[in-house]
Nanobody
Framework: QVQLAESGGGLVQAGGSLRLSCASSGRSFSLTAVGWFRQAPGKEREFVAAVSADGSISDYADSVKGRFTISRDDAKNTFHLQMSGLKPEDTAVYYC??????????????????WGQGTRVTVSS
């Protein structure tokens, strides 16, 4: 069983940066794709970014392309979301997730089996 825990959220001014981390306890997720999703108040959960098991393929939502970077460090059983150029519309609870068996990234939340509890990111204008 993979248990995920996010960290790194907080309050930041527009244009600032934050780095979110997701740590796994239990079974390694080195053979599976991992990703980040977010849910803003009053909105549905949406895809942010995902990366393949070997780190060679990454996918981003159009809204964050060029500003966010997903990376993974399997030696430490962690992966990250580096966020820069933050905008008020990036305000949300951010969730990390891991696919169960597939090494390929996906933008579909239903393709992810393990989820963290979320970390809140607030971007002030």
């Amino acid at each position: 069983q993979v248990q995920l825990a996010e960290s790194g959220g907080g309050l930041v001014q527009a244009g600032g940066s934050l780095r979110l981390s997701c740590a796994s306890s239990g079974r390694s997720f080195s053979l599976t794709a991992v990703g980040w999703f977010r849910q803003a108040p009053g909105k549905e959960r949406e895809f942010v970014a995902a990366v393949s098991a070997d780190g060679s393929i990454s996918d981003y939502a159009d809204s964050v392309k060029g500003r966010f970077t997903i990376s993974r460090d399997d030696a430490k059983n962690t992966f990250h979301l580096q966020m820069s150029g933050l905008k008020p519309e990036d305000t949300a609870v951010y969730y990390c997730a891991a696919r169960r068996y597939s090494p390929l990234p996906s933008a579909r939340g239903d393709d992810f089996f393990n989820w963290g509890q979320g970390t809140r990111v607030t971007v002030s204008s």
